[in-house]
């Protein structure tokens, strides 16, 4: 099964993304993550992404869909992937068509997460994550159990994003009502869109999620 989570800066895609490679062994795509990742490596990548992500503005559609298709690749055919973040413009829609069908795969699900813009703004500028593992946290939704100590590894260092600022994030919010927004109708013209509230409690998103991919009814 590959499916795409889609919504807003802070809709709670990576969160999502992370339960159903616990739960179900699926993997998760982020071209967010893969960029930040060759950000942190000095590739040639990363030096053309660093300054884009910086001031909330989209990498070029080429970069990503080339990251999307090298790391499929190195997946074995039969893994169900989430794809986090990608596609977020019409022309890399349809690269991610071309990439899929290039091997045999099938896109099943789009499911939008369905949020408020204000609410998002707290959401992104309270986030946080373990500088050690990666789990991620909130300084008001879901704090560590033991203060400063990541409930999953036990680390002390914890890192916040360069593009969690506020000025960012309605950057990174225009960007997405104007060129990420719009691909919705090429999939509800293939009646695979489903829409999830993300405004609810993290669990209860996860359970609607859940039996979007089961086939259950809503
Ligand atoms: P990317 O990393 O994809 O960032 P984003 O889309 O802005 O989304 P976020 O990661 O900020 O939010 P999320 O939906 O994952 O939310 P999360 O689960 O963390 O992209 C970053 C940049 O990279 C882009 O700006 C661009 O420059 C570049 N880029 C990436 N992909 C690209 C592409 N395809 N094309 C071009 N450029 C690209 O949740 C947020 C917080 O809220 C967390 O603290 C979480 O704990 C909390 N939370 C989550 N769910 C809930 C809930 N239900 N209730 C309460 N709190 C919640
Ligand atoms: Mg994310
Ligand atoms: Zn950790």
Do not use: W
């Not at 099964?1 to 992370?18: D, F, Y």
């Not at 159903?20 to 990548?45: F, H, I, N, W, Y």
């Not at 030096?47 to 997946?75: F, R």
């Not at 960007?175 to 829409?195: C, G, H």
């Amino acid at each position: 099964m590959n499916i795409i989570l889609l919504g807003p800066p802070g809709a709670g895609k990576g969160t999502q993304a992370s339960r159903l490679v616990e739960q179900r062994g699926m993997v998760q795509l982020s071209t967010g993550d893969m960029l930040r990742a060759a950000v942190k490596a000095g590739t040639p990548v990363g030096l053309q992404a660093k300054a884009l992500m910086e001031s909330g503005a989209l990498v070029p559609d080429e970069v990503v869909s080339g990251i999307i298709g090298e790391a499929l690749d190195a997946l074995a055919p039969e893994t169900g992937v989430i794809f986090d973040g990608y596609p977020r413009t019409e022309a890399q829609a349809h690269s991610l068509d071309t990439i899929l069908s290039d091997r045999s795969r099938t896109l099943d699900h789009v499911i939008e997460l369905e949020v408020d813009e204000d609410a998002l703004v707290e959401r992104i500028t309270g986030r946080f994550t373990c500088g050690t593992c990666g789990a991620g946290y909130h300084d008001l939704f879901h704090k560590p159990k033991v203060e400063n100590t990541c409930d999953k590894c036990g680390g002390h260092e914890f890192k916040r994003r360069p593009d969690d600022n506020e000025d960012t994030v309605r950057t990174r919010m225009a960007e997405y009502r104007a060129k990420t927004a719009p691909i919705l109708p090429i999939y509800e013209a293939r009646a695979i869109v489903s829409r999830v509230d993300g405004m609810a409690d993290m669990g209860d998103v996860s359970a609607s999620i859940a039996a979007i991919l089961d086939g259950e009814p809503a």
